[in-house]
């Protein structure tokens, strides 16, 4: 007889029989080969099984007291635990029916008594391979799984931290600070699970695009890395001339983020809601903001929560040209721009979480 290959030859098999004759001549055939476990009824069977490590294959006699081998291979492949583990059926039942049942319950393989040696033999090693196989494969995937989800954990990290530095740069050329990014991303974020279950909302504000509100946030002002410094950084009030160039921020920011995705050669989700960001906070429901004087719900949803966002962090926020206003005040001015600046339905967000912004406000605020 043919010594089976070494990854069979270290496998662990589970003789289930309740005749001690039949044990002893299965343990006789198969322990020079492999690892031997026998248990004599069907309940012991179950215990040996669920033990770790657990047998590589089991051979299973049918006719049992108690339960039957039916009955342990139904148990066998219900349990999360056991199911993976092939079943071969050994007895003295030779009906077609009674094989064509234990295939049905997820054996795979069904040997009638008496027991040919060589056979027994041969399919218990091709069983033993098509598992190391099936194994083998278990495990590849699990892997490949795990390094997908940990490269695209690196990749969502990489592409936080360079909306970071890319909105930071622009912020280090205004009076603003990098926690204004901070302050706005999570102004935006709580505005939107306020009304992500509100019926003009709903389904535009899901999970995932909250998710990408928030990474995108950040980008809004990146335009004003084109604004010269003399007007952006300018201590007082600027010039009607000087507030046209100004304006242009919004259409700079959004052309640098359509450079970006040509550049990828592809579209990008955060992208898309970044360009409406960085082009349409300015724009105010009654239609009188800039750059295109949009009005209603002509202004992108993501767009018409920033205004509120960065509106509210303007207001509270000192600058080297004005004092910083209570949150109490500037509530007060959201609340004013009701159906003017605003859109009136994300005031009324506001309204019911505005301490939630002084909570966000003072989390980060500006040092110094």
Partial sequence: MNTPPDPSSKATILVVDDTPDNLALMSGLLKDYYRVKIANNGE????????????????LDIMMPGIDGYEVCAH????????????????AKSEIEDERKGLALGAVDYITKPVSPPILMARVNTQLKIKAAADFLLDKNAFLEQEVARRTQEVMAIQDVTIQVMASLAETRDHETGN????????????????????????FLTDHTINLLYKSAPLHDIGKVGVPDHILLKPGPLTAEEFEIMKTHTT????????????????VDFLQLAKEIAYSHQEKWDGT??????????????????????VYDALI????????????????IIEA????HFDPDVVDAFMAI???????????????
């Fill in 289 to 310: 903001g800039y750059p295109q004087g949009l009005s209603g719900d002509d202004i992108p949803i993501a767009a018409r929560l920033m205004a509120i966002a960065d």
């Fill in 76 to 91: 066998l492949k219900a349990n999360r635990a056991t199911q993976r583990i092939p079943v071969i059926f050994l007895t």
């Fill in 44 to 59: 012991k069977a179950l215990k040996v099984a669920q033990t770790l490590p657990p047998p590589d294959l089991i051979l």
């Fill in 317 to 332: 926020s000192s600058r080297v040209y004005k004092e910083a206003m209570p949150h109490e005040e500037a509530v007060a």
């Fill in 354 to 368: 505005h301490p939630t912004f002084k909570t966000i406000a003072a989390e980060f605020a500006d040092k110094g």
């Fill in 252 to 267: 700079l920011g959004r052309d640098a983020i359509v450079q970006a995705e040509k550049s990828l050669g592809m579209k």
């Fill in 180 to 203: 204004h990014i901070r302050r706005t991303q999570n102004y935006v974020r709580a505005l939107a699970e306020q009304l992500k279950k509100h019926p003009r909302f709903q389904k």
């Fill in 337 to 340: 721009g009701y159906g003017q």
